[in-house]
């Protein structure tokens, strides 16, 4: 399966991991902040409480110009369909310092020479600190960070996204044990030093509390990373080249039966033109079965995706797109490069984190190989006449944190560099984290607006570095100003069918029998999808992981009843 983007600003930073869709299903992964622990079988819940008196003092950070599609964050972000100008530099007066700092980091672009300018430039900007990134192959960085940070060799400080904290069976234990506690700097007022941070808001610092005794949450509870982006809105989507589309005739589809006749006439396998790449965690979705750790209640206890008449429905369908051959053949290749091969044409749909539409665009905009090319997301598509329902973006999308060794001083030095990088869109820090140095990174473009040139491309984009440090302020829309317009509208549309998180202020750590049982069934139907099974075995697998899932279940259940008083 491959690992789907969450929404950020750049796609890079956006593979989350949505457990429960495609394959494994029912991990249960960190969701929100610690304070209020209670047992639950091998698992533990977490309870979140934005209220604690430990959590930064919220003050608002003002922003250099106002949105001009004015939306409800996080569900509906603001957008700019003009670039600010003047751009203001966030922080004036950068602090002076002279230390030099590893952090590790997940990476899914180029890997920039640590002798690159950019850095140089980056260090004086943010008043001397230096800060040497080890960029390491974000395919295998869950399990690898597992061994560093057991190890205690990551350096000064380690980003995960959250999907990838639930590779360690123990992690609210190694939070505790391997990273350093926060709250004596970012406790109570910090926007005299750190005003950025300052402005993150409770949502985001909530999500970053673990307590250190479960038997007294409240009384140990402490801050101990600082988060990224906090996601909001439709998740994903599953975009479509419209103007290939338009060119054949045929019609953005809005069910799954129209997807597969849209799919049927568009393919041509031995012309080497499929229809569909990428769907296999968003089109649950289409099919009504839930994100996340795929539980819902039903009244009177907890039923699983896979245990539901849509969830054999979500295989037959990816059964269909193998038996038909109307999936691109590179899917799940190593090294198959999607959003290549959808600027090429290769296939219309395709699913990606939300800088696909403008970034894809802004690119072939800029090298002016194809102007009639357009993408499009699907909407809440549905099946069978069900009701439509769209997954939204829940909760922090990561966390960086800190080696418990610095001292007091090396802590409140990277935290400066965090401040830094949390400032947002329209500001000087932003635009460098970003995009880097205008005139070799980026150009602007005739809109006034910051576009990757051909080698920011190559040597920028998709770099993974600073953009580890803090997620920003406030998340907003960017892009073409088409795009943008475009992308507020569908968010404003789809409103009505995105999903609630069921488990909405809890983090969950899943009894490890639920999760195996689960990557076992998920391998079972890969092997029934990719035609190396026949469905007439999906029954029996079903079976075989309802005897295994016991314990899981009662773990659930319990947390909804904690939660929701049931």
């Known amino acids: 399966m491959t690992t789907p983007p969450g929404t950020s600003p750049l796609r890079r930073r956006s593979l989350f991991k949505a457990a429960g869709l495609g394959t494994a299903g029912a991990a249960g992964l960190p969701l929100a902040a610690a304070c209020g622990d209670v047992s639950g079988g091998e698992g533990n819940v977490q309870e979140l409480d934005q209220a604690l008196d430990i959590l930064p003092e919220y003050r608002e950070w003002p922003l250099p110009a106002q949105p001009d599609l004015v939306g409800e964050p996080p569900h509906h972000p603001s957008g700019y369909l003009t670039y600010p100008d003047p751009v203001p530099q966030a922080v004036p007066d950068p602090p002076g310092n002279s230390g030099t700092y590893q952090v590790y980091v997940p990476n899914w672009g180029p890997t920039m020479s640590k002798d690159d300018p950019y850095f140089l430039t980056m260090r004086d900007a943010m008043g001397g600190t230096k800060i040497d990134f080890v960029q390491n192959t974000a395919d295998t960085y869950a399990d690898a960070a597992v061994q560093w940070i057991k190890a205690e060799e990551f350096g000064d400080a ?338 009505p069918y995105l999903d609630e998180d069921l488990f909405a202020g809890l983090r969950l750590t899943a009894p490890e029998s639920g999760n195996t049982a689960s990557s076992v069934f998920g391998e079972k139907v890969n092997d029934i999808i990719y035609g190396r099974a026949e469905l007439s075995e999906f029954d029996a697998a079903v079976e075989a992981w309802q005897a295994d899932a016991d314990e899981a279940r009662a773990f659930y259940e319990q947390a909804y009843k904690q939660l929701h008083g049931e």
């Not at 439709?234 to 338009?246: E, H, I, M, Q, W």
């Not at 549905?382 to 829940?394: K, L």
Request: proline share 5%; aromatic share 14%; glycine share 10%.
């Open 158 to 495: 380690i980003f995960l996204q959250t999907w990838m904290t639930g590779a360690d069976a123990n992690f609210n234990e190694t939070v505790i044990n391997r990273f350093a506690n926060l709250t004596g700097h970012l406790s109570g007022d910090i926007a005299e030093r750190w005003p950025l941070l300052a402005g993150r808001g409770d949502d985001a610092w909530a999500a970053s509390v673990w307590s250190s005794d479960p038997d007294k949450p409240e009384e140990t509870a402490g801050i101990y990373a600082v988060p990224w982006t906090l996601k909001g809105g439709p998740g994903n989507a599953v975009f479509a080249r419209v103007d290939l589309l338009v060119d054949a005739g045929l019609a953005m589809p809005t069910t799954v039966e129209e997807l597969l006749e849209v799919a049927r006439a568009w393919t041509d396998d031995g012309a080497g033109r499929w229809a569909i790449a990428g769907t296999d965690w968003m089109s649950p979705a289409w099919f009504g079965l839930t994100a996340g750790n795929g539980w819902r209640w039903d009244g009177s206890g907890m039923v699983h995706n896979f245990e539901l008449p849509e969830y054999k429905d979500y295989v037959r369908f990816h059964r269909t797109l193998t038996d038909e051959k109307l999936r691109h053949p590179g899917v799940g290749t190593a090294g198959f490069d999607h959003r290549a091969a959808h600027r090429a044409g290769e296939f219309v749909f395709d699913q990606d984190g939300w800088n696909r539409w403008p970034e894809l665009t802004a690119e072939v905009r800029t090298s002016g190989e194809d102007p009639d090319f357009a993408l499009a997301p699907l909407g809440a598509l549905n099946f069978e006449g069900r009701e439509p329902v769209y997954f939204g973006a829940h909760g922090v999308d990561g966390y960086l944190f800190l080696s418990k060794n610095l001292s007091e001083d090396a802590i409140a030095e990277i935290l400066d560099v965090c401040n830094f990088v949390a400032a947002p869109y329209g500001t000087k820090e932003y635009e460098m984290v970003t995009y880097g140095f205008e005139g070799e990174h980026f150009e602007y473009d005739a809109d006034g607006k910051p576009v990757f040139t051909e080698a920011g491309v190559v040597s920028k984009q998709d770099s993974f570095a600073y953009t580890a440090m803090s997620g920003v302020t406030q998340v907003f829309l960017e892009g073409p100003a088409d795009v943008v317009e475009a992308r507020f509208a569908f968010d404003e549309a789809v409103q």
